[in-house]
């Protein structure tokens, strides 16, 4: 029977009762416990109907069973799939009668963990598992989809690939003492180090980008007291989200949605007035307002048509610009006087009726129009890279800058090394070709159980 050690089984939570459960089990015994349960180990990658009867002998479900032979599975190990009746009632027994013949449960992320030490996948292909899962958009989904098939992968590989070429070069100086780094060859270390971190700060270049995927494009709602900025949140989420009032000043802290617009996520921010004479409590309000708006990437300034432009506050001026701000000229139906409106400092301008739900289409295309210049793209492929690879690319930039500086300098070919080392380092940790057990422990843990 299988070793508690060597097979594992998670499940993968049914959608209701009327869906399909997926126990998974994975292991080197995994085709012994096939044929316990079965009676045979079904043909690799061939789903077989099947009755599923515990160890006592006692049917449970009828089943499709999928037996993946290693290493063409996703693990790279010996892999069963069984898919029962999405009742929980029957999945858990599917579960107990696993433990009973000696399977254990699967620590999060245990199957990717094992598909990444197994070399089915490296680690940044792993992280886009989780990437994908949480994929909240149609861009963050095709993000995820281009590094889960290696994307980012190729290209810090392209990197190390060109760093080996130059550290070999340095290490023929090292091995031979008497030699010093000719003049002609400085210039090739140097050039190659400056193409090393131009395609580094390209990739760093990347991480907002990024974060903007994973958690939305931060979209703050400005404007003076009652121009409609909670009418006009309430029309993009699709429901009365916030109070709507003919009083000014009701909006007294912010309230946060995420929505989508087109193939972008956005969390969409309505915030206080911005009333140049305010309440004490309304300053409290203004005042996180003006703390979003330091934060924002992209701007909503909610103008009230039917009055002039009002000065902005300064707070809000010095983030705003035509690349990040898009005019709402509410209550338009009210009337046809705009001109003092438009075509201001460049900024996209827009009319629309929060009551009527007028020009509500536009304004959507304007800021997918807008939030699609925010992508910033490496190479043929579409790179976002998160918090652990910009930490990992700023050490290799901070190594590279102090081995450029040798070169120039014309120091010592060993410390000249080291700082290459250390940028060979920096790079393996993106893909996780350096073992650092702690950090890889640390990222799986991140994982829902069953992948």
Known sequence: MPRPSDTIAA??????????????????????????????????????H?????????????????????????????????????NPF????????????????????????????????????????????????????????????????RQMQALIDRLLQVLARIEAYIDFPDEDLPPEDRAIVARELSMLGRETERLLATSHYGELLRDGIKTVIVGAPNVGKSSLLNRL??????????????????????????????RIIDTAGLNPSPAPLEKLGMDKTLERAAEADLFLLVFDATLPRPALAPEVAAR???GNTIIVLNKSDLTSNKTHYIAHDGQTTIA??????????????????????????????????????AHALGQARQCLAEAQAKVTANGPVELLASDLRGVLTAYGEISGKVDNERMLDALFATFCIGK
Do not use: W
Not at 31 to 45: C, H, K, Q, Y
Not at 352 to 378: K, M, P, W, Y
């Open 352 to 389: 629309v009726s929060a009551l009527t739900g007028a020009g509500l289409d536009e304004l959507s295309i304007a800021i997918a129009r807008l939030a699609d210049s925010f992508q910033i793209e490496a190479g043929n492929d579409d790179i976002a890279i998160n918090s652990r690879h």
């Open 11 to 48: 499940l993968a939570t049914p959608l209701g009762t009327s869906a399909i459960a997926v126990v998974r089990a994975s292991g080197p015994d995994t085709a012994e416990l096939a044929r316990a349960i079965f009676g045979a180990t079904p043909p690799p990658r061939v789903a077989t």
């Open 320 to 322: 705003s610009t035509p």
């Open 237 to 266: 989420v699709g429901r009365e989200r916030a109070l709507v009032s003919p009083e000014p000043g009701t909006t007294r802290d912010f309230i946060e949605e995420r929505i989508i617009v087109g193939p972008h996520c956005l």
């Open 90 to 153: 029957i999945a858990q027994k599917i579960l107990e009668d696993l433990f009973a013949r000696g399977c254990r449960p699967a620590e999060a992320g245990e199957f990717t963990q094992r598909a990444f030490l197994n070399g089915q996948m490296d680690l940044s292909q792993a992280e886009a598992v989780m990437d994908l899962i949480h994929a909240r958009s149609e861009r963050a989904l095709s993000a995820a989809n281009q590094q889960l098939r290696g994307s980012l992968g």
């Open 50 to 86: 099947a009755d599923y009867r515990d160890h006592t002998g006692t049917l449970v479900d009828d089943v499709l069973v999928t037996f993946f032979q290693g290493p063409r599975s996703y693990t790279g190990e010996d892999s069963l799939e069984v898919s029962c009746h999405g």
